[in-house]
């Protein structure tokens, strides 16, 4: 089962900032944030991934809280092709016994609205 | 450089027949996962190849499904013979370092597998 807990859907406009929560209130000390989008018809593309220090990358940032028990991931200026299911997914890191598996919950269904 | 493909995207079988789906991975990765998503359902893990070897088979259904990557290269899954509820989405994925797990995981866009 998935350990993480999002909203089933959000709305965002157009060129505002997407703020998709997560929580995770259960993970372990060597278990990474990882955040993936599904956009209609296609296969999950990864965003960003973090231990406990924030991170940003080219489409995205996220903000781990300090006792790691949930976070955000801001896409700052949201298109209408942003418009797709995003995962928040809690991952084994080394040595352990899901060898990297990936656990897909529900996710959020984001819509871009114009 | 090429993501990771498969092949074919869709595929309509008779319940009973048998169903080969391929998986080409990033070149140079060597974990290699199948996911599957049924209708209605969250996507799901099915087994992860380390380049040749089975690592974890712990997802796969039943016996009707065999999944093999000969030479730790593409890995085909069969489902032998199909049965209605295996109609869904099934993804493949691959990431590069066995031992890095921090290393994100590139999805394919799925084969749309419909048994009538």
Known sequence: DAKTTQPTSMDCAEGRAANLPCNHSTISGNEYVYWYRQIHSQGPQYIIHGLKNNETNEMASLIITEDRK????IL?????????V?????RENAGGTSYGKLTFGQGTILTVHP | EAGVTQFPSHSVIEKGQTVTLRCD?????????WYRRVMGKEIKFLLHFVKESKQDESGMPNNRFLAERTGGTYSTLKVQ??????????????????VQWNTEAFFGQGTRLTVV
């Open chain 1, 70 to 73: 949930s976070s955000t991931l």
């Open chain 1, 76 to 84: 700052p200026h949201a298109t209408l092709r942003d418009t797709a």
């Open chain 1, 86 to 90: 995003y995962y928040c997914i809690v």
């Open chain 2, 25 to 33: 991975p990033i070149s140079g990765h060597d974990n290699l996962y």
């Open chain 2, 81 to 98: 013979p199909a049965e209605l509820e295996d109609s869904g989405v099934y993804f493949c994925a691959s990431s590069q370092d066995f």
